[in-house]
């Protein structure tokens, strides 16, 4: 499909809503996250209240990185309530011109010519499908960005652009061991028909974050399995949800340098047939039908 790395750093947590990192940390990091062989780096324009995208663009321009050796993925449409916008309520716009306009302020704080991948971020109800085939018509005629996809979209969201003409590319969804019904809903199997990369944020789950008996129970057989495949949780994890045949990609938020090289090792792993399966019995909880 894309040209992506196998891991995608997301950077949603770099800035004012996560880390706040420095430019120089940034630029460490980027660095890192290459060296890694991590060179796809997810964005959104609401990130860090619409101040992350550009100071990742002022720490990737001080970190003299090759444009061809990396990939930038950015994201439009949500309109948050922000001393930055005259917004009175958190709403989505994919109107041409606002597409247009978001896609050309992405480039200016990423320093760069073009987007890898321009992304819708959620559904509208309100969206139209011409206005979004304008945009993306004129973006890739300038040469602005090279491929289009969604983020959160249902099949049939999806469709309706592609029956426009639209060349839908990626789908970026929550997708993980404890948030796995993509993998049963159609989802992933309509993606792999329609040669759409799927992508998944949130790719660790809720397996760290709930503390209940399911909860204590999946986490005791993935430190089984971190013993008999000499790998750590997060690589179980991860390498859980590369095994699906759709060949997600992780989009990954850490930004601990031991993490993101755990990650990248995850891709090495194959989990055998019946642990894979016993993963998904101890996430959701109950036998396989």
């Not at 949603?12 to 062989?37: D, F, Q, R």
């Not at 969206?127 to 983020?151: D, H, I, M, P």
């Not at 990369?197 to 993935?222: E, H, Y």
Request: overall charge negative.
């Amino acid at each position: 499909m894309g040209n992506y790395s196998k891991i995608i750093a997301g950077t949603m947590t770099w800035g004012a809503w996560g880390k706040k990192l420095s430019k120089l940390e940034m630029s460490n990091l980027v660095h890192t996250c290459l060296e890694l062989g991590i060179t796809t780096f997810d964005h959104a324009d609401i990130y860090g209240d619409y101040s992350t995208e550009e100071e990742f663009g002022a720490a990737l321009k001080a970190s003299n990185c090759s444009r061809p050796d990396i990939q930038l993925i950015s994201k439009c449409g949500i309109q948050l309530l922000s001393e930055k916008r005259p917004n009175t309520i958190k709403h989505y716009n994919y109107s041409k011109d606002y597409i247009i306009e978001t896609a050309n302020n992405s480039l200016k704080h990423l320093h760069t010519d073009y987007l890898d991948t321009f992304l819708l971020h959620r559904p509208s109800p309100l969206l139209k499908v011409e206005e979004v085939f304008e945009a993306f018509t004129r973006l890739k005629k300038e040469g602005k960005v090279k491929t289009f996809g969604v983020s959160n979209f249902t099949n049939t969201q999806t469709e309706l652009l592609l029956n426009a003409g639209i060349d839908i590319k990626v789908n970026q969804i929550e997708c993980s061991l404890t948030q796995a019904s993509a993998m049963f809903d159609g989802s992933l199997d309509y993606m792999s028909v329609k040669n759409i990369q799927p992508m998944a944020w949130s790719p660790l789950g809720a397996v760290f974050k709930t503390d209940n008996l399911r909860s204590k129970d999946l986490l005791n057989l993935i430190n089984v399995l971190c013993d008999d495949y000499n790998a750590s949780a997060d690589q179980i994890i991860l390498a859980w949800l590369m095994q699906h045949p759709s060949r997600i990609i992780p989009v990954v938020g850490t930004t601990t340098s031991s993490r993101l090289k755990n990650a990248i090792e995850a891709t090495t792993i194959t989990l055998n047939l019946e642990d894979w399966f016993k993963l998904l019995e101890a996430a959701q909880g109950q036998p396989v039908p």
